[in-house]
Every structure is written in structure tokens, then in C-alpha cells.
């Protein structure tokens, strides 16, 4: 390294302390909100303790662990969630490419309906969730109201009273909830492309279906592998819809790893698995991403 | 010719779209609709009988509404302007910090950057829903648990605006910065007088995300806000309880809850998605 003059290095050191202050607040909050709490939930799952200050806390070493693997119902809540996830990432994301790449073509005249597909994410997952629960009500909801009309005599639709059924409907509600956001994600994508492009396609004779699966759908590559990051996270992590829906219900047919978890720690106040859950969640999250990462995602631009 | 295409094409594909499109609008809206049309039904109604779309006239008042705005349970626009509060506080603050640190990702090059970086993103897996029950028992030891900073400082720097941000900032040429330097700005300067001004419809897309996830915030606050500072989604979710009948009150207050988000969009849509395009989502 070359030796830098008096001026050169204090400026070097101004710019050294101006990008330490800048990054301070992001390395701060990181290490009180986050690693803090990472690891204090490690230290947590390590013991018997029912969270309140004055209660006595055992250390049961790695008890909440091997119950943890042992545990059927966190691996039923697991499966649940790698269900979700691979039906999100298959309904939502090719479904708001879609809407998108309609919306695209349509122009400033389908601005309405741009504002209209959106609605469903504006809504809080607390409404949503009641919302669902009494349109998929048995007695007069909409879906049974839907199949009364179409069988001609009353006929009652019970999504989410039984088993397998519930967790679909549920993955329905969420696809209805965040198709939406990829599709705003997706439109985003496209107007991000140059028409340039477009022009020089279609002076090369493609039509609009070719340049749609010929030049723009390759060129969202890069688009296409974070929103199904997002996806992947956000359904490994699911929790307020599914709280607000079904709390987990019927016996467990829609519990999720978080729900579980609350569950474990605010309900049961078995502080000490509930954050074995929660330690387990995190191993399980990381590593799916990364693995997908690895996988699909070959090379970061950053 | 080129009418006589455009006329066969519109009977054709044009037909097909217009049913997909009507189908799609259908979709997405009837439970708008519905709900829309049972906050005239007396509230009870919708336990018993579920959320359709029977339109029976003589049973539709306007008493929910009655209730809502002049009734004994005054307490909603408590936790609506509660929310609002939160949600603004939250968006600006947000949006600061999350442009500073963006700052400081994008302009200037360290060891151990792309490290730190890469933790910022983990922020994005390793979010909320799994820190609930730490996070809990963090704010009760410092003190700040039932208070709104509880909520409001763990999202202080959120990994999407983060990373939009920084994203937004590498495509400016840095010509700028140097040109500042060179007529003696100071770095923050440089951030508060030049970079910020630049940085406006990359905060109009953001803002908007920002104040949307606040407003229908629910993990956080339902774990860590007190009584007198809970928000609209928290006090709509203490109606849900299937011991006491608030569902005339719950039907409206939904309905209610959705409307300024509804506006804001409204009002900001093209921002949301030019800022979107602009921060250059490529991920």
C-alpha cells in the first residue's frame, strides 16, 4: 500500500469515522434486537422456567432439545409450513406475473384495476383473517352459498372444520392476501425493462406473446429468484393470519412453527420450549434460505 | 385492414380478457363486499349465519355504525388515533435510518462489508415472528414494555427499505459526492443536503410499504403494547373473543380500519410503483 500524504490520510480517516457513524445505527440495533435475542433464546431453551421473574429457573440442559426433535407435533407444524411454502411460491408468484405482465400490456388504461387487485394486501391480517373465517362459515358464508347456487339444494362447504381441507383453504386466503404485493413486485419488473427493447422486437417481427416469453420474462430472472426468497422466508416464518384464522386449528391441522411456538411460550408459559421452538425455527429458516440460495441463486450482484 | 384486425381481435381475445378480468375483480372484491354489506346487519347475524351476500333490505340499519361513532365503546378512535401515531412515527423514523445506514453501504467500501451486509439481510429471516418471546422479556427488563418505542426501535432499520435504498444509491453517479467534497461539504452534509433531496421517490415507494406494514402491524404490538397504547389491529383482534359479542362493533371497526390505507394508496399508487422501479428492484 502506498504511503499517503498528511492530507490524503487525514481525509482517509474523516471518511473512515463518517462510515462508522453511518453504520452505526444498523450495528447497534443488530446486536440489541438481534443477536441479544438470538442468543438469549438459546440460553432460554436450556431451561425450566415458566417466564415470570420471580419463578424459580432449573437448568434441564439439553431436555427442551431432544423433546424438540422427538416432538411430532413440531415436525406436523414444520410439514405445514414446507407445504405453504412450496404452494405459495407455486400459486402467488406465477399468479402476480401474470396479473402483471396483463397489466403491463394493458397500460395507463387498466390503472383501475391496478388499484383494485391491490386491495387485498391494504388489509390487516386481523381482518382478513376474521373476514375468511365467517365467509368459509358453513351456515350461509359465501363459499356455501356459492355451492347452495350451483347444486340447487343447500349444501354446506366445511373448509376449515376438517383436516386436510383446512389447510388448503388457508393457503388460499394467503394467496389472496399476497398475490398482490408480486404482483406490484412483478409490475415494477417490467417497467424497469427499456422499451427500447419492445421496439426493436417488434421491428424484428415478434409479436406481443413472443416478446412477453422470448425477451421480458428472461430478462425478470433476477426479479423472479428474490421474490421467491421473500416467499420462501415469509412462509417459514407465517404467523398472524393463521393466529387471527384458526389459532392452529382443527386440532393442529393448521399449525405452524410460530404458532406453536406462541402457543408453547404465552399459553402453556413453558418459557423454556417455547424458545426451543423458536431455536429450532431459526436453525430451519437459515438453512433453507442458504440452501436455496446456494442453489438457485448462483451469483449475488452485490 | 388495420380496423377489420383490431374488430376480430376484440371478439375473440377480447372476450376472453374481459371475462378473466371481470373473474379476477370478482375475486378480489366480493369479500370487500361482503363485509361491506354485513357491517347494515346487526352483528350477531354474522355469527350465526356467516358472511354472504344476502342482501335482505328490512334487516339493514345503520346501527353498527350509530354505535360505533356515538355508542358507550368510545375506545376505538382511542386505538385509531393510536394507530395512526404509531404508523407515523414508525414510517418517518423508519425511513431515516433505514436511508442512513443504506448511506452508508452504498458509499463507502470496508472490510468485512459484504459480512455485515449479508447480517442486514439475515434481519430479513430472522425476523419478529421468531424473536417474540426474547424481544418480550428484553423490553420488560429495560422498561420499555406497554410503551409504542417497544415496537418502534427492533423495525428501526428494516431490511427492505435497507436494501431498496442501498440499491437506489449505487445507481447514482457518484460524480456529486466528489463535486460536494471538493467544495468543502462534510460528509453528513453531503447526506443531509444532497443525498436526502435526491433520495424523494425512492422514499415515496418506501413510505407507502412502511406505512402500510404499520398500520396492520400485529405480531409486535400484540406482544408488547399496554392497554392505553394498543392499535386498531390489536383491539380488533381483544373483539374476536368468542365470550363476549363485539361482532357489531368488530364488522365496522374492519371496515373503518381499511380506509385510510385505502386512501393513501389511492393517493400514491404511481409513487409506489415508479420508486419501486426506480430503487431497482433487481434483488
Redesign the interface.
Known sequence: MAKLHGMAKRDAR???I??T???F???A??IV??V???I??FM?SRLKWN?FYTAEKINVGWENWITLINDQLFWNAFLHNVILMVCSILIQIPLGMA?AT?LDAGGRKF?L???????????????VG???Y?????????I??IATLFAGKRTMVDLLGKSPHALYAVIGVVA?QYT?FYM??F???Y??IDTSLYEAAVIDGANRRQYIFKVAIPLLG??F??AC??SL?GSL????LIW?MTQGGPTGGTELM?TY??KM??QKFN?GY??AV?GG??IL??VI?LLFQKVFVVKE?? | MDTVRKNRKFSGAGAA?LL??TV??A??????I??FL?SFRPGNE?M???????LDFSRMNLDNYHMLFFGENQNYFLYFFNSLKYTFLQTVLTLF?SS??A???A??D?RGK?L??G??L??????V???????F??MQKIGLYGSMWAVI??Q??APLP?FFFRQYLIGLPKDYLDAARVDGCT??GI?FRIILPLMQPSFAAMGIFVG?NS??S??LPVLLLSQENRT???F??TL?SPYKNYYDI?IVG?VF??IP??IL??LF?RH???G??AG????
Not at chain 1, 384495476?113 to 391491490?118: A, D, N, R, S, Y
Not at chain 2, 350465526?48 to 344476502?54: I, Q
Open positions: 474523516s471518511t473512515a463518517a462510515a457513524i453511518f453504520l445505527p444498523a450495528v440495533l443488530l434486537y438481534m441479544y435475542p438470538i438469549d433464546t432460554i417466564g396479473l396483463f390503472n384495476f391496478k388499484i383494485l387487485w391491490f386491495l387485498p394486501y391494504l388489509m390487516s391480517s386481523v381482518a376474521f373476514l375468511f365467517y365467509l368459509l362459515a358453513t351456515n350461509g358464508g359465501l356455501s352459498g389472496w398482490p406490484v413486485y409490475i415494477a419488473g417497467s424497469n433476477p426479479i429468484k428474490t426468497t421473500m422466508i416464518k407465517y404467523f398472524d387471527n410460530a411456538m406462541y411460550s404465552f418459557m417455547g424458545s423458536a425455527m431459526f429458516i437459515t434460505a450482484d452485490y | 380478457m378473466l378480468f379476477i375483480t375475486v378480489t372484491l366480493l369479500p370487500f361482503c363485509i354485513a354474522i350465526s349465519y356467516g358472511l354472504g351476500l344476502n435510518f442512513f445506514v448511506y452508508g453501504f458509499m463507502y470496508f459484504t455485515l451486509f447480517l442486514v439475515l434481519m430479513m429471516t430472522t425476523a415472528e421468531i424473536l417474540m418471546l426474547p424481544l422479556l428484553e426501535l427492533p428501526l432499520t435497507v460528509e453528513y447526506f402500510m398500520w396492520n400485529f405480531v386498531l389491529s390489536v380488533l383482534e374476536l368488530l374492519a380500519s381499511v390505507i385505502v394508496f389511492a399508487q409506489f410503483i415508479a419501486m422501479t431497482g428492484i433487481k434483488g
